[in-house]
Protein backbone atom coordinates (compact mmCIF):
# COMPACT_ATOMS: atom_id res chain seq x y z
CA UNK A 1 0.00 0.00 0.00
CA UNK A 2 1.70 3.03 -0.92
CA UNK A 3 0.46 6.02 1.31
CA UNK A 4 -0.53 10.31 0.47
CA UNK A 5 0.71 10.79 4.07
CA UNK A 6 2.39 14.25 3.82
CA UNK A 7 1.55 14.64 0.10
CA UNK A 8 -1.93 15.04 0.30
CA UNK A 9 -2.11 18.66 -0.95
CA UNK A 10 -0.68 17.87 -4.77
CA UNK A 11 -3.84 15.69 -5.86
CA UNK A 12 -6.34 17.46 -4.17
CA UNK A 13 -4.54 20.37 -5.21
CA UNK A 14 -4.52 19.94 -8.83
CA UNK A 15 -8.33 17.71 -9.51
CA UNK A 16 -10.08 20.72 -7.87
CA UNK A 17 -8.34 23.26 -10.49
CA UNK A 18 -9.39 20.49 -13.21
CA UNK A 19 -12.86 20.59 -14.83
CA UNK A 20 -14.89 16.95 -14.54
CA UNK A 21 -14.43 16.44 -18.55
CA UNK A 22 -10.42 16.69 -18.27
CA UNK A 23 -8.73 13.69 -17.89
CA UNK A 24 -6.39 12.93 -14.72
CA UNK A 25 -3.36 10.04 -15.15
CA UNK A 26 -2.28 9.62 -11.81
CA UNK A 27 0.53 9.06 -9.53
CA UNK A 28 0.41 6.27 -7.32
CA UNK A 29 -0.09 8.40 -4.33
CA UNK A 30 -2.79 10.97 -5.31
CA UNK A 31 -5.42 9.33 -3.51
CA UNK A 32 -7.41 12.44 -3.49
CA UNK A 33 -7.63 13.15 -7.10
CA UNK A 34 -9.75 9.43 -6.89
CA UNK A 35 -11.85 11.12 -3.39
CA UNK A 36 -12.48 14.16 -5.82
CA UNK A 37 -13.53 12.44 -8.82
CA UNK A 38 -16.33 10.28 -6.85
CA UNK A 39 -14.48 7.10 -6.13
CA UNK A 40 -15.92 6.10 -2.57
CA UNK A 41 -14.04 4.56 0.46
CA UNK A 42 -16.30 1.66 -0.29
CA UNK A 43 -15.22 0.95 -4.19
CA UNK A 44 -11.47 2.14 -2.80
CA UNK A 45 -11.19 -0.49 -0.29
CA UNK A 46 -12.76 -3.36 -2.09
CA UNK A 47 -10.24 -2.63 -4.62
CA UNK A 48 -7.42 -3.37 -2.11
CA UNK A 49 -9.69 -6.51 -0.99
CA UNK A 50 -9.78 -7.46 -4.13
CA UNK A 51 -13.28 -7.71 -4.03
CA UNK A 52 -15.66 -7.96 -7.49
CA UNK A 53 -17.05 -4.56 -6.16
CA UNK A 54 -13.26 -2.59 -6.70
CA UNK A 55 -13.23 -0.77 -9.87
CA UNK A 56 -11.08 -3.87 -11.12
CA UNK A 57 -13.37 -5.87 -10.43
CA UNK A 58 -10.43 -8.24 -9.06
CA UNK A 59 -7.87 -7.88 -11.87
CA UNK A 60 -5.78 -4.83 -10.44
CA UNK A 61 -4.89 -4.14 -6.78
CA UNK A 62 -4.39 -1.16 -4.67
CA UNK A 63 -4.18 2.13 -7.14
CA UNK A 64 -4.42 0.13 -9.84
CA UNK A 65 -7.63 1.36 -10.60
CA UNK A 66 -10.04 3.88 -13.42
CA UNK A 67 -12.54 4.68 -14.44
CA UNK A 68 -12.61 6.31 -18.31
CA UNK A 69 -16.14 8.08 -17.12
CA UNK A 70 -14.86 10.31 -14.28
CA UNK A 71 -11.56 10.80 -16.38
CA UNK A 72 -9.34 8.53 -14.29
CA UNK A 73 -6.41 6.44 -16.01
CA UNK A 74 -5.46 3.65 -14.14
CA UNK A 75 -1.71 3.58 -12.87
CA UNK A 76 0.68 1.51 -14.34
CA UNK A 77 3.78 0.54 -11.69
CA UNK A 78 6.79 1.36 -14.62
CA UNK A 79 6.66 5.15 -13.44
CA UNK A 80 6.10 7.50 -16.20
CA UNK A 81 4.62 4.94 -18.36
CA UNK A 82 1.35 7.11 -18.41
CA UNK A 83 2.97 10.37 -19.43
CA UNK A 84 3.40 9.39 -22.50
CA UNK A 85 -0.21 7.84 -22.52
CA UNK A 86 -1.61 11.47 -21.00
CA UNK A 87 0.05 13.24 -24.24
CA UNK A 88 -1.99 10.98 -26.23
CA UNK A 89 -5.56 11.63 -24.10
CA UNK A 90 -4.08 15.39 -24.69
CA UNK A 91 -3.36 15.20 -28.64
CA UNK A 92 -6.44 13.62 -29.12
CA UNK A 93 -8.29 16.63 -27.55
CA UNK A 94 -6.52 18.96 -30.03
CA UNK A 95 -7.65 16.92 -32.83
CA UNK A 96 -10.63 17.18 -32.08
CA UNK A 97 -10.93 20.49 -31.58
CA UNK A 98 -11.98 20.34 -27.63
CA UNK A 99 -10.97 22.57 -25.02
CA UNK A 100 -10.19 19.63 -22.49
CA UNK A 101 -7.23 18.88 -20.38
CA UNK A 102 -4.69 16.20 -19.67
CA UNK A 103 -2.96 16.17 -16.30
CA UNK A 104 -0.66 13.63 -15.27
CA UNK A 105 2.78 13.38 -12.93
CA UNK A 106 5.47 11.08 -11.56
CA UNK A 107 7.77 11.57 -8.72
CA UNK A 108 11.24 12.84 -9.00
CA UNK A 109 12.56 9.26 -9.77
CA UNK A 110 9.99 8.67 -12.44
CA UNK A 111 12.05 11.57 -14.26
CA UNK A 112 15.13 9.53 -14.79
CA UNK A 113 12.88 7.12 -17.55
CA UNK A 114 13.04 7.93 -21.09
CA UNK A 115 9.16 7.88 -20.94
CA UNK A 116 9.08 11.05 -18.70
CA UNK A 117 11.38 12.66 -21.67
CA UNK A 118 9.68 11.34 -24.46
CA UNK A 119 6.37 12.75 -23.19
CA UNK A 120 7.69 16.09 -22.35
CA UNK A 121 9.74 16.22 -25.79
CA UNK A 122 6.11 15.56 -27.56
CA UNK A 123 4.05 17.61 -25.44
CA UNK A 124 6.02 20.62 -26.25
CA UNK A 125 6.69 19.93 -29.82
CA UNK A 126 2.66 19.25 -30.22
CA UNK A 127 2.15 22.13 -28.27
CA UNK A 128 -0.34 19.78 -26.38
CA UNK A 129 -3.11 20.88 -24.16
CA UNK A 130 -1.11 18.77 -21.07
CA UNK A 131 -0.04 19.31 -17.64
CA UNK A 132 3.06 17.45 -16.14
CA UNK A 133 4.15 17.52 -13.12
CA UNK A 134 6.59 15.70 -10.65
CA UNK A 135 5.58 15.59 -6.93
CA UNK A 136 9.38 15.83 -5.43
CA UNK A 137 9.07 13.84 -2.71
CA UNK A 138 13.09 13.70 -2.59
CA UNK A 139 13.18 9.64 -2.31
CA UNK A 140 12.41 7.04 -5.13
CA UNK A 141 12.05 4.28 -2.77
CA UNK A 142 15.21 4.24 -0.88
CA UNK A 143 17.45 6.65 -4.02
CA UNK A 144 17.64 10.30 -2.63
CA UNK A 145 17.08 12.71 -5.24
CA UNK A 146 21.35 13.14 -5.74
CA UNK A 147 21.85 9.57 -6.91
CA UNK A 148 18.82 10.19 -9.13
CA UNK A 149 19.70 13.44 -11.32
CA UNK A 150 22.55 16.25 -10.92
CA UNK A 151 20.55 18.89 -10.79
CA UNK A 152 18.81 20.58 -7.42
CA UNK A 153 14.89 21.45 -9.02
CA UNK A 154 13.41 19.12 -11.03
CA UNK A 155 11.96 22.13 -12.85
CA UNK A 156 14.76 22.80 -14.35
CA UNK A 157 14.54 19.75 -16.69
CA UNK A 158 11.46 21.69 -18.45
CA UNK A 159 13.82 24.23 -20.08
CA UNK A 160 15.29 21.52 -22.01
CA UNK A 161 12.30 20.61 -23.85
CA UNK A 162 10.84 24.66 -24.48
CA UNK A 163 8.32 24.42 -22.14
CA UNK A 164 8.05 26.80 -18.67
CA UNK A 165 8.86 24.82 -15.46
CA UNK A 166 7.47 26.23 -12.27
CA UNK A 167 8.52 25.59 -8.26
CA UNK A 168 5.61 24.94 -6.33
CA UNK A 169 5.36 24.78 -2.50
CA UNK A 170 3.52 20.89 -2.91
CA UNK A 171 3.08 20.89 1.10
CA UNK A 172 0.37 24.08 0.60
CA UNK A 173 -2.92 22.87 -1.46
CA UNK A 174 -3.44 26.67 -2.14
CA UNK A 175 -0.15 27.09 -3.85
CA UNK A 176 -1.19 23.38 -5.96
CA UNK A 177 -4.07 24.86 -6.56
CA UNK A 178 -3.24 28.51 -8.06
CA UNK A 179 -0.01 27.08 -10.26
CA UNK A 180 -2.01 24.35 -11.37
CA UNK A 181 -4.85 26.73 -11.98
CA UNK A 182 -2.42 28.55 -14.24
CA UNK A 183 -1.06 25.93 -16.07
CA UNK A 184 -4.20 24.06 -17.19
CA UNK A 185 -5.39 27.57 -18.46
CA UNK A 186 -2.80 27.58 -20.26
CA UNK A 187 -3.26 24.25 -21.87
CA UNK A 188 -6.77 25.09 -22.24
CA UNK A 189 -6.08 28.54 -24.42
CA UNK A 190 -3.95 26.29 -27.14
CA UNK A 191 -0.34 27.61 -25.22
CA UNK A 192 1.13 24.08 -24.69
CA UNK A 193 1.99 21.84 -21.77
CA UNK A 194 3.53 23.45 -18.54
CA UNK A 195 5.91 21.58 -16.40
CA UNK A 196 5.12 21.96 -12.08
CA UNK A 197 7.31 21.00 -9.54
CA UNK A 198 5.52 19.91 -6.41
CA UNK A 199 8.10 20.31 -3.56
CA UNK A 200 6.98 17.77 -0.74
CA UNK A 201 8.35 15.07 1.51
CA UNK A 202 7.23 11.32 1.62
CA UNK A 203 6.64 10.69 5.52
CA UNK A 204 6.24 6.97 5.33
CA UNK A 205 8.09 4.17 3.49
CA UNK A 206 7.84 3.68 -0.18
CA UNK A 207 5.12 1.42 0.66
CA UNK A 208 3.75 0.23 4.14
CA UNK A 209 6.13 -2.73 4.53
CA UNK A 210 9.49 -0.16 4.53
CA UNK A 211 10.01 1.49 7.48
CA UNK A 212 12.38 4.18 5.26
CA UNK A 213 15.18 3.63 7.82
CA UNK A 214 17.58 5.49 5.33
CA UNK A 215 15.41 8.75 5.44
CA UNK A 216 17.40 11.01 8.02
CA UNK A 217 15.12 11.55 10.82
CA UNK A 218 16.20 15.16 11.17
CA UNK A 219 14.46 15.75 7.81
CA UNK A 220 11.53 14.23 8.50
CA UNK A 221 10.92 16.22 11.53
CA UNK A 222 11.44 19.52 9.31
CA UNK A 223 8.81 18.14 7.45
CA UNK A 224 6.24 17.28 10.10
CA UNK A 225 6.38 20.81 11.44
CA UNK A 226 4.81 21.46 7.26
CA UNK A 227 2.09 19.00 7.51
CA UNK A 228 -0.45 19.69 4.38
CA UNK A 229 -3.38 19.26 5.95
CA UNK A 230 -2.62 21.23 9.13
CA UNK A 231 -1.48 23.82 6.53
CA UNK A 232 -4.89 23.63 5.16
CA UNK A 233 -6.96 23.82 8.10
CA UNK A 234 -4.28 27.14 9.75
CA UNK A 235 -5.20 28.63 6.57
CA UNK A 236 -8.99 28.35 6.28
CA UNK A 237 -9.37 29.40 10.02
CA UNK A 238 -7.50 32.49 9.37
CA UNK A 239 -9.41 33.16 6.47
CA UNK A 240 -12.89 32.44 8.25
CA UNK A 241 -13.63 29.41 6.31
CA UNK A 242 -14.07 27.44 10.11
CA UNK A 243 -12.93 26.78 13.24
CA UNK A 244 -10.87 23.62 14.72
CA UNK A 245 -15.17 22.15 16.08
CA UNK A 246 -15.82 22.49 12.25
CA UNK A 247 -12.54 20.31 11.35
CA UNK A 248 -12.81 17.98 14.04
CA UNK A 249 -16.89 18.06 12.45
CA UNK A 250 -15.41 16.97 9.33
CA UNK A 251 -12.94 14.36 10.73
CA UNK A 252 -15.71 12.86 12.41
CA UNK A 253 -17.79 12.63 9.53
CA UNK A 254 -14.57 10.72 7.16
CA UNK A 255 -13.91 8.52 9.79
CA UNK A 256 -17.74 7.70 9.38
CA UNK A 257 -17.73 7.24 5.68
CA UNK A 258 -14.71 5.00 5.72
CA UNK A 259 -16.07 2.89 8.54
CA UNK A 260 -19.35 2.41 6.14
CA UNK A 261 -16.85 1.56 3.11
CA UNK A 262 -14.64 -0.99 5.20
CA UNK A 263 -18.46 -3.03 5.64
CA UNK A 264 -18.97 -2.17 1.97
CA UNK A 265 -15.62 -3.88 1.30
CA UNK A 266 -15.69 -6.26 3.65
CA UNK A 267 -18.94 -7.57 2.60
CA UNK A 268 -18.51 -7.28 -1.05
CA UNK A 269 -18.11 -10.81 -2.51
CA UNK A 270 -14.83 -12.01 -4.00
CA UNK A 271 -14.74 -12.86 -7.78
CA UNK A 272 -14.80 -16.55 -8.71
CA UNK A 273 -11.75 -18.10 -9.90
CA UNK A 274 -12.59 -18.69 -13.75
CA UNK A 275 -13.39 -14.63 -13.72
CA UNK A 276 -9.60 -14.93 -14.65
CA UNK A 277 -10.52 -15.23 -18.16
CA UNK A 278 -12.67 -12.23 -19.13
CA UNK A 279 -11.77 -9.49 -20.26
CA UNK A 280 -7.99 -10.34 -22.26
CA UNK A 281 -9.80 -8.79 -25.24
CA UNK A 282 -12.48 -5.73 -25.72
CA UNK A 283 -15.50 -6.48 -27.63
CA UNK A 284 -16.59 -2.86 -28.52
CA UNK A 285 -14.40 0.14 -27.64
CA UNK A 286 -14.73 2.83 -25.61
CA UNK A 287 -17.83 5.10 -25.79
CA UNK A 288 -16.34 8.14 -24.33
CA UNK B 1 -15.75 0.57 -69.80
CA UNK B 2 -15.23 3.56 -67.61
CA UNK B 3 -11.49 4.99 -66.79
CA UNK B 4 -12.18 4.11 -63.23
CA UNK B 5 -13.24 0.54 -64.18
CA UNK B 6 -10.36 0.27 -66.09
CA UNK B 7 -7.92 1.32 -62.88
CA UNK B 8 -9.76 -0.94 -60.34
CA UNK B 9 -9.14 -3.73 -62.39
CA UNK B 10 -5.30 -3.03 -62.39
CA UNK B 11 -3.15 -5.39 -60.52
CA UNK B 12 -1.52 -3.38 -57.37
CA UNK B 13 1.67 -4.82 -55.25
CA UNK B 14 1.41 -5.83 -51.87
CA UNK B 15 3.11 -1.96 -50.60
CA UNK B 16 -0.05 -0.80 -52.80
CA UNK B 17 -2.82 -2.77 -51.26
CA UNK B 18 -1.64 -1.52 -47.41
CA UNK B 19 -1.94 2.18 -48.62
CA UNK B 20 -5.18 1.71 -50.12
CA UNK B 21 -6.62 0.16 -46.51
CA UNK B 22 -5.38 3.06 -44.76
CA UNK B 23 -6.32 5.78 -47.32
CA UNK B 24 -9.72 3.99 -47.48
CA UNK B 25 -10.15 3.83 -43.93
CA UNK B 26 -9.54 7.31 -42.88
CA UNK B 27 -11.63 8.23 -45.68
CA UNK B 28 -14.32 6.08 -44.10
CA UNK B 29 -13.70 7.19 -40.46
CA UNK B 30 -12.31 10.51 -39.75
CA UNK B 31 -11.36 8.86 -36.37
CA UNK B 32 -8.54 7.16 -37.86
CA UNK B 33 -5.28 8.89 -38.00
CA UNK B 34 -1.43 8.22 -38.29
CA UNK B 35 1.52 8.84 -36.19
CA UNK B 36 4.81 7.81 -36.82
CA UNK B 37 8.44 8.83 -38.33
CA UNK B 38 9.12 10.37 -41.23
CA UNK B 39 5.25 9.52 -42.38
CA UNK B 40 4.24 12.80 -43.71
CA UNK B 41 6.68 15.11 -45.63
CA UNK B 42 8.54 11.90 -47.04
CA UNK B 43 5.62 9.86 -47.16
CA UNK B 44 7.14 6.99 -44.82
CA UNK B 45 10.62 5.40 -45.34
CA UNK B 46 8.83 2.76 -47.66
CA UNK B 47 6.11 5.46 -49.36
CA UNK B 48 3.04 3.70 -48.35
CA UNK B 49 1.97 7.02 -46.70
CA UNK B 50 3.17 8.78 -50.33
CA UNK B 51 0.26 11.91 -50.80
CA UNK B 52 -1.45 11.06 -47.26
CA UNK B 53 -0.26 14.49 -45.01
CA UNK B 54 -1.00 16.79 -48.58
CA UNK B 55 -4.86 14.79 -48.35
CA UNK B 56 -5.44 14.56 -44.47
CA UNK B 57 -3.23 17.49 -43.53
CA UNK B 58 -0.65 17.48 -40.25
CA UNK B 59 -3.23 16.39 -37.53
CA UNK B 60 -4.09 13.10 -39.06
CA UNK B 61 -0.47 12.42 -40.64
CA UNK B 62 1.64 13.02 -37.45
CA UNK B 63 5.61 13.25 -37.66
CA UNK B 64 6.67 12.00 -34.67
CA UNK B 65 10.48 13.24 -33.26
CA UNK B 66 12.61 9.65 -32.89
CA UNK B 67 10.95 7.97 -29.82
CA UNK B 68 8.76 4.85 -30.22
CA UNK B 69 7.83 4.41 -26.85
CA UNK B 70 6.72 7.98 -26.67
CA UNK B 71 4.59 7.78 -29.61
CA UNK B 72 3.25 4.50 -28.85
CA UNK B 73 2.34 5.71 -25.37
CA UNK B 74 0.37 8.36 -27.00
CA UNK B 75 -1.71 6.71 -29.28
CA UNK B 76 -2.52 4.36 -26.82
CA UNK B 77 -3.81 7.71 -25.04
CA UNK B 78 -5.48 8.89 -28.36
CA UNK B 79 -7.25 5.01 -28.68
CA UNK B 80 -8.79 5.36 -24.88
CA UNK B 81 -10.05 8.85 -26.22
CA UNK B 82 -12.21 7.45 -28.99
CA UNK B 83 -9.26 7.95 -31.88
CA UNK B 84 -8.41 5.12 -33.66
CA UNK B 85 -4.45 5.45 -34.38
CA UNK B 86 -2.51 3.53 -36.76
CA UNK B 87 1.49 3.76 -35.55
CA UNK B 88 3.68 3.38 -37.98
CA UNK B 89 7.16 1.69 -36.91
CA UNK B 90 9.86 2.36 -39.85
CA UNK B 91 11.23 -0.78 -39.64
CA UNK B 92 9.72 -3.53 -37.32
CA UNK B 93 12.87 -3.63 -35.11
CA UNK B 94 12.36 -0.64 -33.67
CA UNK B 95 9.45 -1.67 -31.94
CA UNK B 96 11.85 -3.37 -29.31
CA UNK B 97 11.95 0.57 -27.97
CA UNK B 98 8.12 0.57 -27.48
CA UNK B 99 8.06 -2.92 -25.76
CA UNK B 100 6.94 -1.17 -22.28
CA UNK B 101 3.91 0.60 -23.78
CA UNK B 102 3.29 -2.14 -25.68
CA UNK B 103 3.16 -5.26 -23.63
CA UNK B 104 2.58 -3.38 -20.09
CA UNK B 105 0.03 -0.77 -21.04
CA UNK B 106 -1.84 -1.67 -24.15
CA UNK B 107 -2.15 -5.25 -23.52
CA UNK B 108 -3.49 -4.94 -20.21
CA UNK B 109 -5.24 -2.33 -20.27
CA UNK B 110 -8.83 -3.62 -21.09
CA UNK B 111 -7.86 -6.27 -18.87
CA UNK B 112 -7.23 -4.49 -16.01
CA UNK B 113 -9.77 -1.31 -15.92
CA UNK B 114 -11.45 -1.96 -18.81
CA UNK B 115 -10.65 0.65 -21.12
CA UNK B 116 -10.33 -0.73 -24.75
CA UNK B 117 -7.21 0.62 -26.50
CA UNK B 118 -8.29 0.08 -30.59
CA UNK B 119 -4.44 0.72 -31.62
CA UNK B 120 -2.98 -0.46 -34.78
CA UNK B 121 1.07 -0.38 -34.71
CA UNK B 122 2.38 -1.46 -38.29
CA UNK B 123 5.66 -3.11 -37.91
CA UNK B 124 7.30 -3.86 -41.65
CA UNK B 125 9.20 -7.56 -40.51
CA UNK B 126 11.49 -9.97 -42.09
CA UNK B 127 14.58 -10.80 -43.88
CA UNK B 128 16.00 -11.06 -47.62
CA UNK B 129 16.56 -7.48 -48.02
CA UNK B 130 19.92 -7.61 -47.18
CA UNK B 131 18.62 -5.28 -44.10
CA UNK B 132 21.34 -6.98 -41.75
CA UNK B 133 20.61 -7.17 -37.50
CA UNK B 134 18.77 -3.78 -36.98
CA UNK B 135 16.52 -3.95 -40.37
CA UNK B 136 15.36 -7.23 -41.26
CA UNK B 137 13.81 -8.84 -37.48
CA UNK B 138 10.85 -10.97 -37.08
CA UNK B 139 10.03 -9.56 -33.27
CA UNK B 140 6.23 -11.38 -33.23
CA UNK B 141 7.49 -14.13 -30.94
CA UNK B 142 7.80 -11.56 -28.24
CA UNK B 143 4.55 -10.33 -28.42
CA UNK B 144 2.90 -13.68 -29.24
CA UNK B 145 3.73 -14.94 -25.26
CA UNK B 146 1.75 -11.01 -24.58
CA UNK B 147 -1.87 -12.07 -23.73
CA UNK B 148 -4.26 -8.77 -24.36
CA UNK B 149 -2.50 -8.28 -27.77
CA UNK B 150 -4.01 -9.56 -31.39
CA UNK B 151 -1.08 -10.05 -33.93
CA UNK B 152 -1.85 -10.56 -37.54
CA UNK B 153 0.79 -10.97 -40.51
CA UNK B 154 -0.47 -11.17 -44.19
CA UNK B 155 0.97 -12.60 -47.16
CA UNK B 156 -0.81 -11.31 -50.09
CA UNK B 157 -2.14 -7.92 -51.28
CA UNK B 158 -5.67 -9.27 -50.82
CA UNK B 159 -4.91 -10.47 -47.11
CA UNK B 160 -2.47 -7.18 -46.44
CA UNK B 161 -5.67 -4.77 -47.23
CA UNK B 162 -8.08 -6.62 -45.13
CA UNK B 163 -6.71 -7.68 -42.42
CA UNK B 164 -5.09 -3.97 -42.16
CA UNK B 165 -9.03 -2.76 -42.59
CA UNK B 166 -10.08 -5.59 -40.08
CA UNK B 167 -7.38 -4.34 -37.53
CA UNK B 168 -8.21 -0.87 -37.51
CA UNK B 169 -11.92 -1.68 -36.89
CA UNK B 170 -11.01 -3.89 -34.15
CA UNK B 171 -11.25 -2.77 -30.58
CA UNK B 172 -7.85 -4.22 -29.42
CA UNK B 173 -4.26 -3.20 -29.92
CA UNK B 174 -3.13 -5.27 -33.55
CA UNK B 175 0.33 -5.97 -34.00
CA UNK B 176 0.41 -5.67 -37.84
CA UNK B 177 3.46 -7.60 -39.50
CA UNK B 178 3.84 -6.70 -43.04
CA UNK B 179 6.66 -8.18 -44.42
CA UNK B 180 9.33 -5.89 -46.30
CA UNK B 181 10.38 -8.62 -49.19
CA UNK B 182 6.88 -8.77 -50.44
CA UNK B 183 6.15 -4.88 -50.41
CA UNK B 184 6.86 -4.67 -54.52
CA UNK B 185 7.37 -8.53 -55.16
CA UNK B 186 3.66 -9.43 -55.30
CA UNK B 187 0.17 -8.16 -57.07
CA UNK B 188 -2.78 -8.74 -57.34
CA UNK B 189 -6.19 -7.31 -58.50
CA UNK B 190 -8.49 -6.39 -55.80
CA UNK B 191 -12.00 -6.15 -55.53
CA UNK B 192 -13.08 -2.32 -55.89
CA UNK B 193 -15.48 -2.95 -53.47
CA UNK B 194 -14.78 -2.52 -49.51
CA UNK B 195 -13.90 -5.95 -48.07
CA UNK B 196 -12.33 -6.96 -44.88
CA UNK B 197 -10.06 -10.29 -43.87
CA UNK B 198 -11.41 -11.00 -40.40
CA UNK B 199 -8.85 -11.53 -37.66
CA UNK B 200 -8.67 -14.95 -36.68
CA UNK B 201 -9.20 -16.74 -39.47
CA UNK B 202 -6.25 -19.04 -41.74
CA UNK B 203 -6.67 -19.68 -44.78
CA UNK B 204 -5.58 -22.48 -47.04
CA UNK B 205 -3.77 -21.10 -49.89
CA UNK B 206 -3.01 -25.01 -51.07
CA UNK B 207 -5.52 -27.92 -50.54
CA UNK B 208 -3.40 -31.37 -50.68
CA UNK B 209 -3.44 -34.78 -49.07
CA UNK B 210 -0.53 -35.43 -47.94
CA UNK B 211 1.41 -33.21 -45.47
CA UNK B 212 0.43 -29.84 -44.24
CA UNK B 213 2.86 -27.01 -43.85
CA UNK B 214 1.91 -24.22 -41.54
CA UNK B 215 3.27 -21.24 -42.19
CA UNK B 216 2.70 -16.89 -42.66
CA UNK B 217 4.23 -14.04 -43.83
CA UNK B 218 6.89 -13.92 -46.97
CA UNK B 219 7.48 -18.22 -46.09
CA UNK B 220 3.92 -18.57 -47.63
CA UNK B 221 5.69 -18.18 -50.97
CA UNK B 222 8.03 -20.25 -50.04
CA UNK B 223 5.55 -22.74 -49.48
CA UNK B 224 3.88 -22.47 -52.20
CA UNK B 225 7.00 -23.06 -54.48
CA UNK B 226 7.85 -26.08 -52.28
CA UNK B 227 4.31 -27.38 -52.90
CA UNK B 228 5.02 -27.27 -56.32
CA UNK B 229 8.74 -28.87 -56.64
CA UNK B 230 6.90 -31.89 -54.39
CA UNK B 231 4.09 -32.20 -57.06
CA UNK B 232 5.99 -33.64 -59.55
CA UNK B 233 7.31 -36.29 -56.93
CA UNK B 234 3.30 -36.85 -56.08
CA UNK B 235 3.28 -35.83 -53.05
CA UNK B 236 0.41 -33.31 -52.65
CA UNK B 237 1.59 -30.78 -49.92
CA UNK B 238 -1.32 -28.70 -48.17
CA UNK B 239 -0.30 -25.16 -47.49
CA UNK B 240 -1.86 -22.95 -44.40
CA UNK B 241 -1.52 -19.79 -44.26
CA UNK B 242 -1.91 -18.36 -40.42
CA UNK B 243 -2.67 -15.33 -41.40
CA UNK B 244 -3.57 -14.20 -37.92
CA UNK B 245 -1.19 -15.36 -35.05
CA UNK B 246 -2.89 -14.52 -32.25
CA UNK B 247 -5.68 -14.89 -31.83
CA UNK B 248 -4.75 -18.13 -33.59
CA UNK B 249 -7.05 -20.56 -35.91
CA UNK B 250 -6.53 -23.81 -34.12
CA UNK B 251 -9.40 -24.88 -36.09
CA UNK B 252 -7.90 -25.14 -39.10
CA UNK B 253 -4.85 -25.93 -38.16
CA UNK B 254 -6.54 -29.23 -36.65
CA UNK B 255 -8.34 -29.64 -39.53
CA UNK B 256 -5.38 -29.29 -42.07
CA UNK B 257 -3.31 -32.17 -39.72
CA UNK B 258 -5.88 -34.62 -39.14
CA UNK B 259 -6.71 -34.54 -42.68
CA UNK B 260 -2.61 -35.17 -43.80
CA UNK B 261 -1.66 -36.90 -40.68
CA UNK B 262 1.64 -34.79 -40.96
CA UNK B 263 2.40 -31.33 -40.11
CA UNK B 264 5.84 -29.19 -40.69
CA UNK B 265 6.28 -25.87 -39.38
CA UNK B 266 7.97 -22.89 -40.91
CA UNK B 267 8.36 -19.57 -39.80
CA UNK B 268 11.10 -16.62 -40.69
CA UNK B 269 11.24 -16.08 -37.28
CA UNK B 270 14.80 -18.19 -34.95
CA UNK B 271 13.78 -21.65 -34.21
CA UNK B 272 13.62 -21.86 -30.46
CA UNK B 273 10.44 -20.40 -28.82
CA UNK B 274 9.19 -19.58 -31.67
CA UNK B 275 5.76 -19.66 -33.38
CA UNK B 276 5.71 -22.56 -34.27
CA UNK B 277 7.20 -24.43 -31.28
CA UNK B 278 3.60 -23.23 -29.90
CA UNK B 279 1.84 -24.92 -32.91
CA UNK B 280 4.01 -28.14 -32.52
CA UNK B 281 3.12 -28.03 -28.69
CA UNK B 282 -0.61 -28.04 -29.60
CA UNK B 283 -0.58 -30.44 -32.37
CA UNK B 284 1.54 -32.97 -30.02
CA UNK B 285 -1.84 -32.13 -27.42
CA UNK B 286 -4.54 -32.07 -29.68
CA UNK B 287 -3.36 -34.58 -32.61
CA UNK B 288 -1.22 -37.11 -31.38
CA UNK B 289 -3.62 -39.68 -32.19
CA UNK B 290 -3.80 -38.97 -35.68
CA UNK B 291 0.00 -37.94 -36.13
CA UNK B 292 1.71 -40.54 -39.38
CA UNK B 293 5.21 -39.15 -38.47
CA UNK B 294 7.49 -36.16 -36.54
CA UNK B 295 6.01 -32.50 -36.16
CA UNK B 296 9.12 -30.67 -38.12
CA UNK B 297 9.48 -27.26 -37.96
CA UNK B 298 11.48 -25.20 -40.25
CA UNK B 299 13.38 -21.88 -38.67
CA UNK B 300 16.32 -19.80 -38.83
CA UNK B 301 19.01 -20.56 -36.35
CA UNK B 302 19.55 -18.80 -33.09
CA UNK B 303 21.06 -15.94 -34.48
CA UNK B 304 20.59 -12.19 -35.13
CA UNK B 305 20.01 -11.92 -39.11
CA UNK B 306 23.14 -11.09 -40.56
CA UNK B 307 23.80 -9.19 -43.11
CA UNK B 308 26.17 -10.43 -45.92
CA UNK B 309 24.69 -12.63 -48.77
CA UNK B 310 25.87 -15.98 -48.56
CA UNK B 311 25.07 -15.68 -44.55
CA UNK B 312 21.58 -14.54 -45.38
CA UNK B 313 20.85 -16.87 -47.47
CA UNK B 314 22.43 -19.56 -45.47
CA UNK B 315 20.47 -18.01 -42.61
CA UNK B 316 16.69 -18.27 -44.34
CA UNK B 317 14.80 -20.68 -44.87
CA UNK B 318 14.93 -22.22 -48.32
CA UNK B 319 12.36 -24.51 -50.83
CA UNK B 320 15.16 -27.30 -50.38
CA UNK B 321 14.68 -27.59 -46.94
CA UNK B 322 10.86 -27.33 -47.00
CA UNK B 323 11.37 -30.45 -50.00
CA UNK B 324 13.87 -32.27 -47.76
CA UNK B 325 11.61 -32.19 -44.58
CA UNK B 326 8.08 -32.90 -47.02
CA UNK B 327 10.33 -36.17 -48.34
CA UNK B 328 11.43 -36.79 -44.95
CA UNK B 329 7.95 -37.05 -43.82
CA UNK B 330 6.01 -38.60 -46.91
CA UNK B 331 8.69 -41.80 -46.08
CA UNK B 332 6.57 -42.85 -42.78
Redesign the interface.
Known sequence: MYTSHGMEAIAVGYASALERDD?I?PFHRDMGAFLIRGFTPGEILAQYLGKRTG??KG??GNV?????KRGM??F?S?LA????????????????GERRV?FTGTGDGGTSR??FH??M??AA??KLPVVIFCNNNQYAYSTPQRLQMAIHDVADRAKAYGMPGEIVDGNDVAAVYVASNRAIARARAGEGPTFLEFKTMRMHGHSEHDPAKYVPHELLEEWKKKDPILKAEQLLIQLGYGDAAYFQEIGERVKKEVEAGVEFAEQSPLPEGPEVLE?????????? | MTTETVQRQQEVTYLEAISQALDEEMTRDERVFLMGEDIGTYGGAFKITEGFLQKYGEWRVLDTPLAESGFVGAAIGAAMMGLRPVVEMQFADFISCAFDQITEVAAKNHYRWGAAVPMVIRAPFGGGVHGGPFHSECPEGWFFHSPGLKLVAPSTPYDAKGLLKAAIRDPNPVLYFEHKFLYRRIKAVLPSEDYIVPIGKADVKRAGNDISIITYGAMVHLALEAAQVLEKEGIDMEVVDLRTLIPLDKETIYGSVRKTSKAILLHEDNKTGGIGAEIAALLAEECFDCLDGPILRIAPPDTPVPFSTPLEEYFLPKVSDIVGAARKLAAY
Open positions: VAPSKDHMGDLISVHDNLPVATGIALAFKIRAGDEANFVRGVFAEEANRY
